[in-house]
């Protein structure tokens, strides 16, 4: 039995429906209806009413609410006691992919500092599917990654939305793409074109962008960082979401610009993700608190 199984069927009785439910909590209707059935299953009950107008709460299920919100009561005094133990000193880790911001990353864990000197921070750049595995065994406290606008997000997973953005074409301001006022596939089929490797979010992209067709060269390389480094260094074009271009040290400096895609692609999305059982440690809580509004401060300025 886990802790958000118990949190889903609070849900379920606030809202009426497995639907709403989904929406809210940025799960896929399928993933909260199996979260549910296993539940049922451990418990030896039927805790919602399924029919065809949708699932409702059962009468046994009304009947086990009073408990589920002791537990979920005790759960709350626990996470704030274990909270507390862990504010003064102790390592908070972020797993991030490459595309991740660095005017948004370095400001939040600076800001962080500030009020938890004794609390070390540690970053590391890796996949997506890395990222998630030290979220469920423990290795991370917080996770950034990207999606593209429409992606269901994993129902074991806390995510909040921070950073929303089309994608651009990262150029050196000498290159031909940088004299256009929008980028089109056939202007990015003509160029060297520097792509990162499969499992990043923008892999996916590009490929459903040119759909199946190849630059007249391409590079391929393991996330962002290294892409703007070689889009400085005059070896071609990259893809990659706004936010992680905007901002950035090397576009401040003049070494790379961008240009919009001439395309209706979805957009891009950054995210930070925890994992929804257990206790998150106090400071993993505050830091994600400062992403969390720092990234909606660089929203508002947008605007």
């Known amino acids: 039995m886990r802790v958000e199984q118990l949190e889903y069927i609070q849900a379920v009785t606030r809202l009426g429906s497995l639907r709403r439910v989904a929406e809210e909590l940025h799960v896929s209707q399928p993933a909260l209806s199996e979260t549910l059935r296993n539940l ?3 418990l030896g009950v039927d805790l919602l009413d399924r029919r065809r107008s949708g699932a409702r709460i059962s009468e046994v299920g009304r009947e ?3 408990y589920i919100g002791q537990v979920l009561d005790a759960v709350d005094q626990l996470r ?8 003064v000193s102790r390592m908070v880790r972020v797993g991030t992919v490459n595309a991740a911001t660095v005017s948004l990353v370095i400001p939040a864990i600076r800001e962080f500092r500030a009020a938890h000197s004794g609390t070390q921070v540690e970053v590391v750049d890796v996949q997506q599917a890395e990222i998630h595995r030290g979220l469920l065994d423990g290795g991370f406290d917080l996770g950034l990654v990207n999606y593209l606008a429409g992606d269901d997000w994993p129902p074991e997973f806390d995510t909040t939305e921070l950073l929303r953005g089309r994608a651009v074409v990262c150029v050196r301001p000498d290159s031909r793409l940088a004299g256009l006022s ?7 089929l003509r160029e060297s074109l520097i792509v990162m490797r499969s499992g990043y979010v923008m892999h996916r992209f590009v490929h459903r962008l040119l759909d199946g067709r190849q630059p007249v060269f391409s590079y391929s390389t393991d996330g962002a960082e290294m892409g703007k480094i070689m889009v400085a260094e005059g070896l071609g074009a990259t893809v990659l979401p706004e936010f992680s271009v905007v901002g950035d040290p090397l576009e401040r400096a003049g070494a790379i610009t961008w240009r919009p895609l001439d395309s209706r692609m979805v957009d891009v999305l950054l995210v930070v993700q925890r994992r929804r059982s257990g206790a998150p440690p106090l400071a993993a809580r505050n830091l994600h608190d400062v992403l969390v509004r720092r990234a909606n401060a660089m929203g508002a300025s947008a605007a």
């Open 40 to 42: 049922e299953r451990e």
């Open 64 to 66: 086990l609410l009073p």
């Open 80 to 87: 704030r006691a274990a909270g507390e133990q862990h504010l």
């Open 182 to 188: 929008a980028v089109g596939v056939e202007d990015l």
